[in-house]
């Protein structure tokens, strides 16, 4: 029989998924029956470390344990449940998670019946699924990033049968569409575009833990970002480890730059961000669709990593400095106003000072409105973490803090010309250090703090500023966007 539509060949629609819709239900008439005997609502609490596609995975975890039955979890305690999706690409991720999980141990010594679910890119290696069996005795089901629609099916048979579930990870090439999501706001979305990584940056973890790339179908991309955009929804960001390469295993011949402006014909008001662009594949097309968007930030996220060149080259990066500055320039000289950011890594095994004082000298060049700045990390499994010149750390965190130094009068400075000028900003709310100084993000997703009052959340606002740091904008509000 002929699809109504095309469909990726890759692609298990969940939407009428009968296994996964059978053990929904199942999940959720158990804990009917729990509830008619205590009187209480079980709870799920979802704790996330990473990028943001863990965090929008960590929304469709949640509306899987919604449609199951429970309701949010604020803290721990008093889950029934608890969801550690976890993150690889740092040491520090890794050994996070470990310790915080190590502290629910004394949960379940109190309650035997909650349930602890480890899942996402850490525990998709097999060291660390090992680890977790033999260490970690109280957390009773393991599932890796590919494997999130099985988590009902998961969660059914351990309750039934009371037994611990560490579930490989097998590589599915799939795209689950039709998951339930409860997302975290009610004016900010993620929509992932596509999944898993074809790079092999040689020191990265993701590829190996997130599978090589699967692109969604335009149809269902564009469907939920007018249902959200219908919703109300203002800032909408697309996700995927490398966005550019959207489409290539598609059959339609539609490409990032094409999605883009196919989303940006959606009528309605709102913002359209993306993330990350990889630099050997951001093409002038897609900024010639930025340029003329009617919806499309003038933002763009594009990590260098490094200004070595000889280092870039070892990092399996497929540009060189001078590629990168092309395209910069592009980006400027078509979106004058275009707010840049990048991500930069030190300690790169065999870095030396002057690969060093290229990087730096190339932020020097490039002005970047802001910066992620990490220190390498080996990755158990990545070709950079065999190899033999391994920086020693007190000459990474001597490179992170003059890095860091550097770029952040980069960024006063960038901050500064932008005082006395009107920004658009979508207003979040009190902000966390001090509730009586309300923040908000500009377009190129800056931080600014002003007077707000309560109705003003989830709006756009005309801010004009007044003062600027390193990291963030003050100013006062002028109208309603
Ligand atoms: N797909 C995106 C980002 C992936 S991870 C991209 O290609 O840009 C986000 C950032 O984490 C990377 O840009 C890189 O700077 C950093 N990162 C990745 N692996 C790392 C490692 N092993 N150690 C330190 N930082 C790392
Ligand atoms: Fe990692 Fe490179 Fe893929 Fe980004 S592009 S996720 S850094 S392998
Ligand atoms: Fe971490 Fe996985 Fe994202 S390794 S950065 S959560 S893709």
Same mark, same amino acid.
């Given at each position: 029989m002929e699809a109504e539509r095309p469909v990726a060949s890759h692609q298990l629609s969940l939407r009428d998924s009968e296994t996964c819709q059978k053990y929904i239900l199942a999940v959720k008439k158990a804990n009917q029956e729990k509830r008619e005997e205590t009187g209480r609502s079980p709870r799920a609490y979802v704790l996330t470390f990473g990028c943001q596609q863990n965090e929008a995975d960590s929304e469709k975890l949640a509306g899987l344990a919604s449609e199951m039955g429970y309701e949010k979890a604020a803290h721990p305690d008093e889950a029934d449940l608890i969801i550690v999706n976890t993150c690889a690409v740092r040491e520090h991720a890794e050994q996070k998670a470990l310790s915080i999980v190590g502290q629910y141990k004394h949960l379940k010594a109190r309650n035997p019946e909650l349930v602890i679910v480890m899942c996402g890119c850490m525990v998709t290696q097999a060291f660390r699924q090992n680890e977790i069996k033999h260490n970690?005795?109280?957390?009773?089901i393991v599932f890796g990033a =590919? =494997?999130? #629609?099985?988590f009902p099916q998961l969660l059914w048979e351990h309750m039934e049968k009371e037994r611990r579930l560490i579930i490989p990870d097998e590589e599915t090439y799939l795209v689950a569409e039709g998951l339930p999501v409860r997302r975290n706001s009610t004016y900010r979305a993620w929509v992932s575009i596509m999944y898993g990584?074809?790079? #092999? *940056?040689?020191? *990265?973890?993701v590829p190996y833990v997130r599978g090589r790339e699967r692109s969604r179908s335009k149809e269902d991309i564009i469907s939920e970002v007018e249902e959200l955009v219908k919703q109300g929804y203002k800032d909408i960001t697309l996700l995927g480890q490398n966005v550019n390469s959207y489409g290539h295993d598609n059959q339609d011949g539609v490409d990032f730059a094409d999605l883009l402006a196919l989303i940006d014909n959606i009528e309605g008001d709102y913002t359209i961000h993306f993330m990350t662009s990889h630099p050997k594949d951001a093409t002038e097309k897609l900024i010639d669709v930025i340029a003329s968007g009617r919806h499309i930030a003038h933002h763009f996220h594009l990590p260098l990593q490094s200004g070595s060149d000889r280092i870039l080259k070892a990092m399996n990066r497929h540009y060189d400095a001078q590629h990168y500055r092309k395209v910069l320039n592009y980006l400027r000289q078509r979106i004058p106003d275009v707010t840049v950011t990048s991500d930069i890594m030190v300690g790169f095994p065999g870095e030396t000072e002057e690969d060093f004082c290229d990087t730096l000298a190339f932020l020097a060049e490039a002005r970047f409105d802001m910066i992620f700045s990490f220190i390498y990390s080996p990755r158990k499994g990545t070709p950079a973490a065999e190899a033999a010149d391994q920086i020693p750390p007190e000459v990474k965190s001597d490179r992170f803090s003059r890095l860091l130094q550097q770029q952040n009068e980069i960024s006063l400075e960038s901050n500064r010309r932008l005082v006395g000028s009107t920004l658009r900003v979508l207003c979040d709310g009190p902000s966390k250090n001090d509730p009586d100084v309300w923040s908000g993000r500009t377009d190129g997703n800056k931080i600014v703090f002003f007077d707000g009052s309560r109705e003003d959340i989830g709006r756009f606002l005309t801010i004009r500023i007044t003062r600027a740091e390193a990291f963030a904008l003050y100013g006062e509000k002028e109208s309603h966007g």
């Open positions: 970690y005795p109280y957390v009773d =590919s =494997s999130m #629609f099985r990584c074809n790079n #092999f *940056c040689t020191y *990265c973890i």
